[in-house]
């Protein structure tokens, strides 16, 4: 199918970069979001990589890409965000292959999975979009570290982390579950390690950002809401962002030298609709790192 006019006119005009001989790495992009993002870059000339846990669904995803953009480098890599063991099998493929990264994309996450636990323990949501990227965020920077050049690192948060709140007494709603409370924590404790990870290491090779998708009906959102929602999402998807115009904020980050930390999505409607803009920072998300890292590393010890 490939990008429309609009996106293609919209990247000449807003970032206009070639990322020909440029790698990069999208995690959860077999759909959705993270396989447009995956597109763009092809567009834009990187060689791509699909971190996917669903191999089968990344191959479908890569020979699609592959037939759109012939004589394009796509290729496919296992990685589940749940499971700290495929985490450190994917960072050691990557240390000993020597891929050569240069934009690194955590888009991966779950939503809504009352009752199920990530392969170490975790509640699935929290230990997935938190956890799980907390850890591979960790793990993989010392490589990353270690390249002879600029990396531009982004983890994916989302619009309701601005709503997030933390409970370290309730961490993970055991007493009542909240699907939209959980999601939303998972968020904001991305947010406020993402933010303190990227000013700790600024002045390094590595550049560490955020970006958010605005409000788009995506396979992660229709999956966990039951097919009779689902039919009422479909409906209503036209007034929201497309996963394609959703995913330009990576574009925009590539494109441009932004402050570490840097939240980048849409900012209309609330922020939930739009091409991508920088967005402001929250304070909440510039605040409280530090007992939030100290409280997930005796969680982590404790798996």
């Known amino acids: 199918m490939g990008l429309t ?11 206009a970069v070639s990322l020909k001989g440029k790698t990069v ?13 995956a597109e ?8 791509v990589i699909l971190a996917c846990r669903n191999q089968q669904r990344a191959a479908v995803a890569r020979d699609t890409l592959a037939a759109e953009y012939p004589g394009a480098a796509v290729s496919v890599m296992p990685l589940d965000i749940a499971d700290f063991s495929s985490i450190d099998t994917f960072v050691q493929m990557l240390e000993e292959q020597r891929v050569d990264i240069d934009i690194f994309v955590n888009n991966a996450g779950v939503f809504h999975q009352p009752g199920k636990k990530t392969r170490d323990g975790f509640e699935l949501v929290i230990g997935t979009n938190y956890f799980g990227v907390y850890y591979l965020t960790e793990r993989i920077l010392g490589y990353l570290r270690s ?30 579950y909240r699907a939209l409370r959980i999601y939303a924590r998972s968020k904001i404790c991305l947010a406020k390690y993402t933010y303190y990870r990227a000013r700790e290491i600024e002045g390094s090779n590595v550049r560490i950002y955020m970006n958010h998708p605005g409000i788009a009906i995506t396979p992660l959102g229709l999956n966990a809401v039951g097919p009779r929602l689902a039919k009422v999402a479909r409906v209503v ?11 330009l904020s990576v574009s925009y980050i590539a494109a441009h030298q932004l402050p570490a930390g840097t939240i980048v ?6 922020g939930g609709w ?22 997930t590393e005796k969680e982590l010890r404790k798996r």
């Open 5 to 15: 006019d609009k996106t293609r006119k919209w990247l000449q005009k807003n970032a």
């Open 25 to 37: 790495v999208v995690t959860g992009s077999n759909s959705g979001v993270g396989y447009k993002t």
């Open 40 to 47: 763009t870059m092809l567009y834009l000339g990187a060689d």
């Open 147 to 176: 390249l002879p050049h600029e990396v531009k690192y982004i983890n994916t948060i989302s619009l309701v982390h601005k709503i997030g709140t933390i409970d370290y007494d309730e961490f993970y709603c055991t007493r009542r």
């Open 237 to 247: 998807t036209p007034i929201f962002n497309s996963t394609e115009k959703s995913s």
């Open 265 to 270: 999505g849409p900012v209309h409607f609330f």
């Open 274 to 295: 739009g091409y991508p803009k920088v967005n402001r920072t929250l304070r909440k998300v510039k605040t409280g790192a530090e007992q939030l890292i100290a409280f």
